[in-house]
């Protein structure tokens, strides 16, 4: 490991890393058992619409998660607010105390990284549960298109 802290720098959070990479691998397992159990088959392949739903709701998720001021809250004890950041979304900076609450601080502000996790969710949804992660989906996708034209419609008012 101390090759690893030489190679890489003391200052990365390869403990927290670990621990985040382990409870990701350890919910895979455990959606994978429980569909399983259930008697959940896996689709031969998923539709470009359902594929699309699923991109346009990750996409929008994951900045919920990570950007927008609502969330805050559920950030606050792994960043610090910094200033805003544009259309209801902020600019936090992540606490380093300690790896984990580092590793989840990067994790939960970035939509990149935290995409991951929300695409595997709704497409473990669209297994086990997929009309309500159909219905989860859309909501999402016409939020997505709601920030559009809400961009669009300041840009032409000005």
């Given at each position: 490991?101390s ?13 927290g ?15 994978s ?126």
């Amino acid at each position: 490991m101390s090759e690893i802290r030489q190679a890489y720098g003391e200052s990365r959070p390869l403990p927290g890393y670990l621990l985040a990479m382990g409870t990701y691998a350890a919910i895979i397992g455990a959606v994978s058992v429980a569909g399983r159990r259930s008697g959940a088959r896996l689709p031969e392949r998923f539709s470009f619409a359902d594929t699309a739903l699923v991109s346009v709701a990750t996409h929008k998720l994951s900045r919920l998660i990570t950007k927008e001021a609502v969330t805050s809250p559920l950030r606050a004890p792994f960043t610090r607010y910094e200033e805003p950041a544009g259309h209801a979304e902020l600019k936090e900076s992540v606490r380093s105390h300690n790896p984990a609450q580092h590793a989840i601080g990067e994790l939960l502000t970035c939509p990149f990284c935290i995409a991951v996790w929300v695409a595997s969710g709704l497409t473990a949804g669209m297994v086990l549960a997929p009309r309500v992660t159909r219905l989860v989906s859309t909501a999402f996708t016409a939020v997505a298109a709601s920030d559009v034209l809400n961009l669009v419609y300041d840009k032409l008012k000005s």
